[in-house]
């Protein structure tokens, strides 16, 4: 079992390779920025709107327990759509990548 010995720095320059590196780096700062908004904006709400957090929905619970566990679901579904994308379009660019490397 040889090793086979690839050269780096022409991968680092192959078209495929840096469109799977744009598209991710797109989708992963987009989606960080947006989950960074939403997981800030629980403090700043709270600090500054603290009877927001009082507002009873259904129940005894309020906004704010409601608020709190969203954030638990925008989390699974960031993770689940990463999965999905992932799957479609990421692993797709990187078999074409290897397949051309090869």
């Known amino acids: 079992m040889g090793q086979r010995s690839y050269n780096w720095s022409e991968i680092a320059r192959n078209p495929k390779y840096l469109e799977l590196k744009r598209r991710k780096r797109v989708f992963l700062f987009g989606w960080w920025i947006a989950a960074s908004i939403y ?58 990548l290897v397949d051309e490397i090869q």
């Open 39 to 96: 997981y800030f904006s629980l403090p700043f709400l709270s600090g500054y709107f603290p009877a927001l957090f009082k507002i009873k929905l259904i129940g005894v619970i309020n906004f704010g327990y409601l608020f709190i566990l969203s954030q638990f679901l925008v989390a699974i579904f960031v993770a689940v759509y990463y999965t999905i994308v992932a799957n479609r379009d990421f692993d797709q660019l990187t078999a074409e």
